[in-house]
């Protein structure tokens, strides 16, 4: 088992910045793939962002790129998500998750999940 906890969230002007936090424990972080997704009010689960656990490489959805950026420190156990220029649509449920080896951008894909972290943007 994987259990995953995500922190960093809260309350932010249109404009402003967050940085999400998602620490790992239990198995060997480093050899999975890590990625966000949120959860607005009323809609579907929407993936975010993806990190290689081996290439670092990374995909983001259209609607962020640019603006989040998602890193990890393997050290730490821990995922991160930058999330800079910040807009009302932002505001979602944002969580993380591990995929043992491969990056996905489906959520169907994702073995373990976070409880979730609130964002919340004002106009």
């Known amino acids: 088992q994987l259990q995953l906890v995500e922190s960093g969230g809260g309350l932010v002007q249109a404009g402003g910045s967050l940085r999400l936090s998602c620490a790992a424990s239990g198995r060997t972080f480093s050899r999975y793939a890590m990625g966000w997704f949120r959860r607005a009010p009323g809609k579907d689960r929407e993936f975010v962002a993806v990190?290689?656990?081996?290439?670092?490489?990374?995909i983001y959805a259209d609607s962020v790129k640019g603006r989040f950026t998602i890193s990890r420190d393997n050290a730490k156990n821990t995922v991160y998500l930058q999330m800079n220029s910040l807009k009302p649509e932002d505001t979602a449920v944002y969580y993380c998750?591990?995929?043992?080896?491969?990056?996905?951008?489906?959520?169907?894909?994702?073995?373990?999940w976070g409880q979730g972290t609130q964002v919340t943007v004002s106009s």
């Open positions: 998750a591990a995929n043992y080896l491969t990056p996905s951008t489906q959520a169907s894909q994702y073995d373990y």
């Open positions: 990190l290689n656990w081996s290439t670092a490489s990374t």
